[in-house]
C-alpha cells in the first residue's frame, strides 16, 4: 500500500447469486432441489480507486449500479469475489441507523448500545456521551425509553451516536436526510468539520448538491464499472446531463407505449359494457349481504374511535413537551447568534459560534484603506480585518487565524500568525490584533470571513464561521476562476494592442 | 492417526488465523457486554417486578415440583425435588441457549447486513445472557438446599468448573445451528424438536443407574449426560465427578466449540448475501 493512501480497491469483482426459484424452507429445497439453479449477476465488473488521506469522495450513480455494494464491500460485510482491498485507519460506517436499539431502554443506555455495535468502547462513549446527547438536542428526554420517541426524535439520536465517533475512514450510505432542514445542515456541517479534521470520507448519495458541496472527487459508477472519476464539479455536471438525456428518452418511451394502450383500452371498453349488464345482476344479490356487513362495521368503528382518542391524547402531551424544548433550543439559538452579532456589527445571519470559550472575540470588523466599515470592495482594494480579544487565561499562547470562503463553499484563502511570525501571541487581558490584505486579488464574487483564535493543538478556542459576508466587486469580467494574477499576452515578443474586434 | 493429524492442522495451521479472530471478538467486549444486558434487562423492563422476575421464575418451579413430587407423586428418589431441580435448570440454560441461540444471525439480520462486527459476538451474546440466567438460578437453588437435609458439602467448589464446561458445549453447538439457520430457516425448528427429544436422552427426571446398562452406556454419547451428572453429583451425591467425567468434559467443551466456531467461521462470509 502507499504512504499517503487510506483505502485502495483494486480490481474488485463482486457477483451475487440470483436465485431463479429459490426455498429457503426444507420443503422447497428437496422438492425443487434440481429447479434450485441460480444465476451469477455481475454487480461489480473490475473497479480500481485509491482515496488518499483526509480526501472526501462521493460515489454517485444509478440504482442498482453498485455503489451500495461498493460501501459494503469498503465495511467488510461482503467480501469481493476478486480483487483486493486495503485500508489504513480506523473505519466506521454510518449505513443503519440506530441498530440494536431497544425500544424499552432508555436514550442514554440506547447510546451506549449503539456505540458498541461500532466498536467504540464503553469509556470512549462516556468521554463523549455529553457532546453526543447536546449534538441530538434531546437533553429533555434522553432517560426516557426510545419507544416514547417521535421518529425524528429517534433518527435524531442514532444519527448523532453515528457521527461522534473517531474514526480515520467514514463511509456514510444516503443517511443524511435526517430530521428537518436545521438537523440536516448541522451534520452537513458536523461532516464537514470533520473533514476539515483531516477524516476520510467516502459517501454515496443521490443528492449531488451534497456531494458537491462536500466531496473532493466524485467517482460515477455505471454497470458495475467506473465510468468517470474526477473532481466532484465536473463528474456531477456530466453525471446530470446524461441521466437528464436519458430520463427524456425513457419519457417518448412511455408515451409512445401511452398511445399503444390507449387503443387496446377502447378495444377493452366495448367489451366491459356488454359484460356490465350481467355484472348488475348479480350485484343486486349481493348488496342484501353488504348491509348486514356494514352494521358490523359500524360496530367495530365505534370500538376503534375510543382507541383513537386516546392514542392522540398521548400523542398531544408528547408534542407539548417537543415544543417546549423546541423554544429551548431556539432561545439558546438566538443567545448564540446575538453573541456573533454582539461581536461584529456587520455579522452575516448565518454566522456560527464554536469553541470552547476561555479566550473570545469582542469585536470584528472589516475596513477599507480609509478605516472605514466596508463589505463592498474592488478587485486590488486594501483589506483590514481588525479584531479585539478578551481572555480569561492572559499568558497563555494563542494562535489567530482568518479565512475566507466563496459563498459556494470554495474555502479561497487563510492565513495565520503563527505562520507569520512563526510564533504565537502570548495573549493579555485584552488586546488588539489586526491583518491588512494590501491586495485583495480575489475575482468578483461573494465571499465570508471566518476568524478563529486556536491552541497550539489547533483546537479553536473561539470559530466565528460565516462572521461577515463581504463581496468583492469589479467593472468587468476579464478573468475567471478564484482569483486574479498579474499577466500579460505576448505574441512574436512584441505587446498586443487592445483593439476591438474587426 | 487422524485426531493427531486434526491437532497438528489446528495447531500449525490455523493458529494464528484464530488467535486474531479471539482479540478481534475480545475487542468488541463491550458489545457482547452491552447485548448481554440488553436481553437481560430489555426482557422484564415493562414489568412491574422487573429482574427480579429472573430470580422469581427458578423459585416457582422449583416449589411448583416441590408440590407435585412430595405430596401427590411421591417419587422413589430421595428428595426427588432437588434432584430434579439440580438438573432442570442446567438443562433449562442449554435448551434455551440453543432453542433461541440458533435464531440469534436471522432476527439480527437488519444488523448483519448493514454492520461490520465479527458475527459470533452475536451467538456469544445470545448464549453468555442465558448463562447469567442460569448463575441467577442457582442463587434459588442455593437457597433450596440450605433449607433441605441435603446442604452443600466442600465439592461445591468444584461447580464453577463444570459451568464453565457446560458453557463451551452450549456455544459449540449454538455456533453451529445459528449459521446453519440462516442457510435453512428450518432448522430453528429442528431445533426445537430436537430439544424435545434431547431431554428424556438426559437423566434429569430419572437416575440413569436405574436404565439397562446398554443404553445407560449409549446415552453416555450425549455430551449433555456427563454435564448433568457431574452437576448430580456435586450437588445431590456430595461426591467428587471422577477424574474421567472431568477430562471428558474438558474434552467435550474444547471440541464442541472449535467445531461449532469452525463450521460458523466458514459459513458467516455469505450471511449478508443470505439474509
Given at each position: ?502 | ?68 413430587f412430595?405430596?401427590?407423586f411421591p417419587s422413589s428418589i430421595e428428595n426427588y425435588y432437588i434432584y430434579l431441580?439440580t438438573g432442570m435448570?442446567?438443562w ?107 431431554i428424556w436422552a438426559t437423566p434429569i427426571m430419572y437416575d440413569i443407574s436405574s436404565l439397562d446398562p446398554v443404553i445407560g452406556h449409549i446415552l453416555l454419547?450425549n455430551?449433555m449426560t456427563l454435564?448433568v451428572s457431574a452437576y448430580h453429583n456435586?450437588?445431590y451425591y456430595?461426591c ?36
Amino acid at each position: 500500500m502507499k504512504p499517503g493512501n487510506a483505502i485502495e480497491v483494486r480490481n474488485v469483482k463482486k457477483y451475487f447469486k440470483v436465485y431463479v426459484d429459490k426455498g429457503h424452507m426444507l420443503r422447497e429445497r428437496i422438492v425443487h432441489f434440481n429447479r434450485n439453479r441460480y444465476e451469477n449477476r455481475e454487480v461489480l465488473k473490475g473497479i480500481s480507486f485509491e482515496v488518499k488521506k483526509g480526501e472526501s469522495v462521493g460515489l454517485i450513480g444509478r440504482n442498482g449500479c453498485g455503489k451500495s455494494t461498493t460501501l459494503k464491500l469498503l465495511t467488510r460485510i461482503l467480501r469481493p469475489n476478486g480483487g483486493t482491498i486495503e485500508m489504513d485507519g480506523r473505519v466506521c460506517s454510518l449505513i443503519e441507523l440506530g441498530a440494536g436499539f431497544h425500544p424499552d431502554m432508555s436514550g442514554r443506555e440506547n447510546i451506549y448500545i449503539n456505540a458498541s455495535i461500532f466498536g467504540i468502547k464503553a469509556k470512549e462513549v462516556d468521554e463523549r456521551i455529553n457532546d453526543i446527547i447536546r449534538f441530538s438536542e434531546l437533553e429533555e428526554f434522553i432517560d426516557n425509553p426510545v419507544r416514547t420517541y417521535s421518529s425524528g426524535m429517534y433518527m435524531r439520536l442514532a444519527f448523532s451516536v453515528a457521527i461522534n465517533v473517531d474514526a480515520d475512514i467514514l463511509l456514510i450510505d444516503e443517511i443524511l436526510a435526517v430530521g428537518d432542514n436545521a438537523f440536516q445542515t448541522k451534520c452537513f456541517n458536523k461532516l464537514k468539520s470533520m473533514k476539515d479534521q483531516g477524516t476520510t470520507i467516502v459517501i454515496v448519495s443521490h443528492a449531488l448538491g451534497q456531494v458537491e458541496k462536500l466531496c473532493d472527487r466524485a467517482i460515477w459508477i455505471e454497470d458495475g464499472l467506473i465510468r468517470k472519476d474526477g473532481p466532484a464539479r465536473l463528474v456531477c455536471k456530466e453525471y446530470l446531463d446524461k441521466m437528464e438525456s436519458s430520463r427524456l428518452e425513457r419519457a417518448e418511451l412511455e408515451y409512445r407505449m401511452h398511445l399503444d394502450e390507449e387503443k387496446q383500452r377502447k378495444a377493452a371498453e366495448e367489451e366491459a359494457r356488454k359484460r356490465e349488464k350481467e355484472e348488475a345482476e348479480r350485484r343486486r344479490k349481493e348488496n342484501d349481504r353488504q348491509k348486514r356487513e356494514a352494521e358490523r362495521r359500524q360496530k367495530e368503528e365505534r370500538r376503534r374511535n375510543i382507541e383513537e382518542k386516546k392514542r392522540k391524547e398521548e400523542e398531544e402531551r408528547r408534542k407539548k413537551q417537543e415544543e417546549e424544548a423546541l423554544q429551548k433550543r431556539k432561545e439558546e439559538e438566538r443567545r448564540r447568534n446575538a453573541s456573533c452579532r454582539a461581536v461584529a456589527v456587520q455579522c452575516s445571519p448565518d454566522a456560527r459560534r464554536e469553541g470552547m470559550g476561555k479566550i473570545f472575540f469582542t469585536e470584528v470588523k472589516m475596513l477599507d484603506h480609509l478605516g472605514k466599515e466596508q463589505t463592498k470592495y474592488n478587485i486590488g482594494d486594501e483589506m483590514t480585518v481588525s479584531m479585539k480579544y478578551f481572555s480569561e487565561i492572559p499568558g497563555t499562547s494563542a494562535n489567530f487565524v482568518i479565512g475566507i470562503n466563496r459563498n459556494d463553499w470554495i474555502y479561497c484563502y487563510g492565513t495565520s500568525l503563527q505562520h507569520e511570525g512563526g510564533n504565537f501571541l502570548v495573549t493579555k487581558k485584552e488586546g488588539y490584533i489586526s491583518v491588512t490584505i494590501k491586495k485583495l486579488n480575489l475575482l468578483q464574487g461573494k465571499y465570508s470571513l471566518e476568524v478563529r483564535i486556536q491552541n497550539i493543538e489547533k483546537i479553536p478556542y473561539d470559530y466565528l464561521i460565516s462572521l461577515i459576508d463581504f463581496e468583492v466587486r469589479s467593472d468587468e469580467k476579464k478573468e475567471t476562476g478564484i482569483l486574479t494574477m498579474p499577466y500579460e499576452w505576448r505574441t512574436n515578443d512584441t505587446q498586443i494592442k487592445i483593439g476591438k474586434i474587426k | 492417526m487422524h485426531v493427531i493429524l486434526l491437532c497438528y492442522y489446528i495447531c500449525f495451521e490455523v493458529k494464528d488465523k484464530m488467535i486474531n479472530r479471539v482479540k478481534e471478538i475480545y475487542e468488541y467486549r463491550d458489545m457482547i457486554y452491552s447485548l448481554v444486558k440488553r436481553e437481560l434487562r430489555g426482557r422484564y423492563q415493562k414489568s412491574v417486578l422487573g429482574m427480579l422476575w429472573t430470580l422469581l421464575n427458578p423459585f416457582f418451579q422449583i416449589l411448583i415440583y416441590t408440590f407435585v413430587f412430595t405430596v401427590i407423586f411421591p417419587s422413589s428418589i430421595e428428595n426427588y425435588y432437588i434432584y430434579l431441580m439440580t438438573g432442570m435448570i442446567p438443562w433449562t440454560f442449554f435448551s434455551e441457549a440453543l432453542g433461541q441461540g440458533a435464531g440469534t444471525i436471522v432476527s439480527n439480520a437488519d444488523m448483519t447486513k448493514k454492520i461490520y462486527f465479527p458475527r459470533e459476538v452475536l451467538t456469544i451474546a445470545s448464549v453468555t445472557a442465558k448463562f447469567v440466567n442460569m448463575l441467577l438460578a442457582f442463587v434459588v437453588i442455593f437457597v433450596f438446599l440450605l433449607t433441605s437435609p441435603l446442604k452443600f458439602s466442600y465439592h461445591i467448589l468444584l461447580l464453577p468448573l463444570v459451568m464453565i464446561f457446560e458453557y463451551f458445549i452450549a456455544l459449540g453447538f449454538t455456533l453451529f445451528f445459528s449459521a446453519i439457520t440462516v442457510y435453512l430457516r428450518d432448522m430453528e425448528y429442528i431445533v426445537g424438536v430436537l430439544l424435545m427429544a434431547w431431554i428424556w436422552a438426559t437423566p434429569i427426571m430419572y437416575d440413569i443407574s436405574s436404565l439397562d446398562p446398554v443404553i445407560g452406556h449409549i446415552l453416555l454419547l450425549n455430551p449433555m449426560t456427563l454435564v448433568v451428572s457431574a452437576y448430580h453429583n456435586i450437588l445431590y451425591y456430595h461426591c467428587v465427578p471422577t477424574l474421567w467425567t472431568m477430562t471428558a468434559l474438558l474434552l467435550e467443551g474444547i471440541v464442541f466449540a472449535l467445531i461449532g466456531w469452525g463450521i460458523f467461521v466458514h459459513l458467516e462470509g455469505n450471511f449478508a448475501e443470505e439474509l
